[in-house]
């Protein structure tokens, strides 16, 4: 086990690299079960959570292979239907392999994912929306099983827009007989990206980035090949570290139309934010400002860089406030950075930020993903030495961060507990 010692208060400078999604290539991977051939996928991170998804393909019979930032999945065929719970419990998105093995294959059992650190996570939509496609969905010993001879095209209406649930639904009704509308579908730019991957194989699909995706069905697609969309994610956390410690850092790869209403709420903090060919530039102020957020789905402020903002707004000049909207139960970074002399109160869904001068640093420890990175930003902007501890989680989903920390000039490394 190992931990981030940082010793925090140097301001952040010259240009960071922002890796392949997380979020889009999980979709990808899977993607490639729909296809009898062998996909390539490239700038693919370095990160756990592929490392679970490229094991969950091997045990369906798809072996992969990785060279340099670009894996190669054979999914001529398949052995195994069966997503097993040591693997779905480490990653809940492994679900998404259910749309692609019931639309290949015609039955498909996935371990329920059940509860997770940042709340109960359901996944009710997606099997709703196979149901409306023909399946026979049971539920037996924490499995889910779906069964069908050939997908019917269906009008499929989301409750919330859900990103997994869209995401499952395009993969099966990509192969699906007939035409498909997903209704109050999610919006994100990841799923973009798969519409994208899925057209490029031969799928027919029209309206993907609106809450509205009409799909026709063909019989069989071609395989894939797609170098994957930046994380916007990282980029994000990259662009709040540089406002929080008052540095000029250029985000190599940072999109614009993928950040616009962070990028919104960063200037009304004071961030002076540039976008250039290569990506976008921040300089962070003097002072933050306090700003209220409300997460929402896409377009909306993303509940994944919540925490991160948080992180930020404890250092502001005032009071604000943050509403999360998407999950409940994702307040635990919360406590941690009371203990590094943030002043901030919880009611319900809201926390208000009193914002102090000074953070000051502590021993840590994360509880999520994006609790991490909130951490060590917090780390990055405090006096003094912070240590986070269970680093494990930021290890899913953010690439060498502590590297790329270094080569702003942080004063961070990664050491045995
Ligand atoms: C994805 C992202 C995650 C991000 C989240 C919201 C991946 C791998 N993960 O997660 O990083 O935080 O989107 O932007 O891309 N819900 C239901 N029933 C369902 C499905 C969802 O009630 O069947 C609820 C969830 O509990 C949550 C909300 O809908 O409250 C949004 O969840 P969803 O968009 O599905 O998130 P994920 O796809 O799990």
Redesign the pocket.
């Known amino acids: 086990m190992h931990k981030i010692v940082i010793k925090g208060g140097l301001p952040l400078n010259g240009e960071v690299q922002i890796s392949g999604a997380?979020?889009a290539v999980?979709?990808l991977l899977f993607a490639t079960l729909l296809s009898a051939g062998q996909s390539e996928i490239c700038n693919v991170p370095d990160l756990r959570?592929i490392d679970t998804a490229l094991s969950l393909l091997k045990i369906l019979g798809a072996p992969t292979a990785r060279a340099e930032d670009c894996c190669q999945v054979d999914a001529r065929t398949i052995q195994s239907v069966e997503a097993p719970y040591d693997l779905v419990r480490t990653m809940?998105?492994s679900v998404?392999v259910l749309g692609p093995l019931l639309a290949r294959c015609g039955h498909a059992r996935v371990s329920l994912p059940g509860g997770c650190a940042?709340?109960?996570?359901?996944?009710?939509?997606?099997?709703?929306g196979f149901e409306a496609l023909g399946a026979r969905i049971t539920l037996e010993h924490g499995y889910v099983e779906a069964r069908a001879e050939r997908l019917r095209g269906a009008h499929i209406i989301f409750?919330?827009?859900?990103?997994?649930?869209?995401?499952n639904l395009l993969m099966a009704t990509a192969l699906a007989e007939g035409e498909s509308i997903i209704e109050n579908a999610?919006r994100?730019p990841?799923i973009v990206q798969l519409a994208e991957a899925l057209i490029s194989m031969g799928a027919k699909i029209e309206g993907a980035g609106t809450a509205r995706i009409h799909i026709e069905g063909v019989s069989s697609l071609q395989p894939l090949k797609i170098s994957v969309m930046p994380d916007r994610?990282e980029a994000g956390t990259f662009m709040i570290a540089a406002a929080m410690t008052r540095g000029n850092v250029l985000v190599r790869g940072a999109r614009q139309r993928d950040q616009e209403a962070l990028l919104k709420k960063m200037t009304e903090a004071g961030a002076h934010i540039d976008a250039t060919q290569d990506g976008l530039r921040v300089i962070g102020p003097d002072r933050l400002m306090p700003v209220d957020i409300r997460t929402s789905?896409?377009p909306g402020f993303?509940?994944?860089m919540q925490a991160q903002f948080m992180a930020m707004m404890s250092l502001a000049d005032g009071t604000s406030r943050v509403s999360e909207n998407?999950?409940?139960n994702r307040f635990m970074h919360v406590c941690e950075l009371q203990r590094l002399g943030a002043d901030i109160s919880i009611d319900g869904h809201s926390a208000t930020i009193h914002g102090v001068k000074q953070l000051h640093g502590a021993p840590v420890m994360a509880t999520d993903?994006?609790a991490s990175a909130c951490l060590i930003l917090a780390g990055l902007a405090a006096e003094n030495t912070t240590e986070v501890s269970r680093i494990y989680h930021l290890d899913r989903g953010y690439e060498r961060i502590e590297a790329k920390l270094a080569k702003l000039g942080a004063c961070i490394a990664r050491v045995p507990e």
């Open positions: 997380k979020n999980l979709p959570d809940r998105a998404l940042i709340g109960a996570r359901p996944i009710d939509q997606h099997l709703k409750d919330m827009p859900t990103v997994g649930g869209t995401e999610a994100e990841e994610i789905a896409f993303p509940t994944d998407v999950f409940e993903l994006r």
